[in-house]
């Protein structure tokens, strides 16, 4: 039995098409990989209370982690509306098509900020990717595997931020841990 776009739609949650959202935006970039799936997630959950309530984030081995999150990344998958290649999550078609005709979740406001954080994050590695989260949402790095690795690479991790023009340089310095000046003399350092 094939169901249709519109049997489809009827059983999908806030959270399915919040994670739609999330690659529709942008041109239907593909997200890359898990890591920034599920802090791109948690930081549409950390401005949208639906998203929030509906993700439930908990610390993990890199930090906010949503079970709910990925398991509505396996159903979207599995119903076709999104496919994984080489460790990238894209929009298929028929998930466009979904998000279409799926009665909107979001409001203009959020929509725009759920383009920004995909923005914001999808073309930073995944230590960039984790300093920002980490440092900036210490209440999660309790059972991180990687913290460590990645908290000893902060200042050259946070310069890259600051030369991707990604944070303002008082963020910078804050997540490299140094005050402003100190940080741009690391930055001004040819070696780093």
């Not at 078609?93 to 909107?104: C, D, F, Q, T």
Request: aromatic fraction near 10%; proline fraction near 5%; avoid cysteine.
């Amino acid at each position: 039995m094939e169901f249709s776009i519109e049997d489809i739609v009827e059983d999908l949650t806030d959270l399915d098409l919040a994670i739609l959202q999330l690659l529709h935006a942008g041109n239907n970039t593909p997200l890359k990989g898990t890591v920034a799936f599920q802090k791109e997630m948690f930081l549409m959950a950390d401005y949208i209370e639906k998203i929030r309530e509906l993700a439930k984030f908990i610390p993990h081995i890199f930090g906010p982690y949503s079970e709910a999150a990925e398991k509505g990344m396996r159903n979207l998958k599995s119903l076709g509306l999104v496919e994984e290649k080489y460790h990238e999550y894209q929009i298929t078609p028929n998930g466009v098509a979904a998000l279409s005709k799926a009665k909107p979740a979001f409001t203009e406001e959020q929509v725009e900020a759920i383009r920004g954080y995909k923005e914001f994050l999808n073309d930073l590695s995944r230590d960039e990717i984790l300093i920002f989260v980490y440092v900036s949402y210490p209440d999660f790095i309790g059972k991180s595997a990687v913290y460590e690795r990645v908290i000893r690479k902060r200042i050259p991790t946070a310069i890259s931020l600051y030369k991707k023009e990604k944070v303002s340089l008082e963020k910078a310095a804050f997540l490299a841990g140094l005050p402003v000046e100190k940080f741009l003399d690391h930055a001004r350092d040819p070696l780093n």
